[in-house]
T-cell receptor, first 116, second 114 residues
Framework: DAGVIQSPRHEVTEMGQEVTLRCKPISGHDYLFWYRQTMMRGLELLIYFNNNVPIDDSGMPEDRFSAKMPNASFSTLKIQPSEPRDSAVYFC??????????????FGEGSWLTVV | DQQVKQNSPSLSVQEGRISILNCDYTNSMFDYFLWYKKYPAEGPTFLISISSIKDKNEDGRFTVFLNKSAKHLSLHIVPSQPGDSAVYFCAASGGENYGQNFVFGPGTRLSVLP
């Protein structure tokens, strides 16, 4: 399996621009998570989906952030307009609810976002 | 309000010695705990897990201990190797509000010195 695939790996953009991060989860996984890693807060959950439906978006910082999952194999995280404080590494992860309780989640390699 | 805490931001250990990484949690509904390891420029990778019905789980050089009454878990690495140098995240899940969601701690950076 190719694992969780994220793009772009690196993005440098100017403040005010729209940023779109993309994620392809592991085939067959029915949970998809977006995390953000910062020095101050570590790994914080932004939003997660189950069967393409957003379940909890309470971690989304502001209305500038939005996430979609139009189908089981694709999700986007959009920031519009972007601000320098959005600079971080954004991780997508997926998991399956099948099998024994407490399955692990699998992370992509992350998208490094710098807003200047 | 962090529900999963790793109070040591960093830890240095000599090669061959034991590394002990600690994690505390506040939500008594958590019933499944995991440790992830993260190298620079890579995503976190799963290391070891433990269910709340156990107090110990071992996998090779890695052992996780769970003390439910203290809401504390620890990861022991014996013997430590330079390749173990990474950031280690503790994570927890469970209960009605979390289900398949995983709450991560801020991480501990382990440096194993040759």
């Amino acid at each position: 399996d190719a694992g969780v695939i994220q793009s772009p790996r690196h993005e440098v953009t100017e403040m005010g621009q729209e940023v779109t991060l993309r994620c392809k989860p592991i085939s067959g996984h029915d949970y998809l998570f977006w995390y953000r890693q910062t020095m101050m807060r570590g790994l914080e959950l932004l939003i997660y989906f189950n069967n393409n439906v957003p379940i909890d978006d309470s971690g989304m910082p502001e209305d500038r952030f939005s996430a979609k999952m139009p189908n089981a194999s694709f999700s986007t995280l959009k920031i519009q307009p972007s601000e320098p404080r959005d600079s971080a590494v954004y991780f997508c992860a997926s998991a399956t609810s099948r099998g024994s309780r407490g399955n692990t989640i699998y992370f992509g390699e992350g998208s490094w976002l710098t807003v200047v | 309000d962090q529900q999963v805490k790793q109070n040591s931001p960093s830890l240095s250990v000599q090669e061959g010695r034991i590394s002990i990484l600690n994690c505390d949690y506040t939500n008594s509904m958590f019933d499944y705990f995991l440790w992830y390891k993260k190298y620079p420029a890579e995503g976190p990778t799963f290391l070891i897990s433990i269910s709340s019905i156990k107090d110990k789980n071992e996998d090779g050089r890695f052992t996780v201990f769970l003390n439910k009454s203290a809401k504390h878990l620890s990861l022991h690495i014996v013997p430590s190797q330079p390749g173990d140098s990474a950031v280690y995240f503790c994570a927890a899940s469970g209960g009605e509000n979390y289900g398949q969601n995983f709450v991560f701690g801020p991480g501990t950076r382990l440096s194993v010195l040759p």
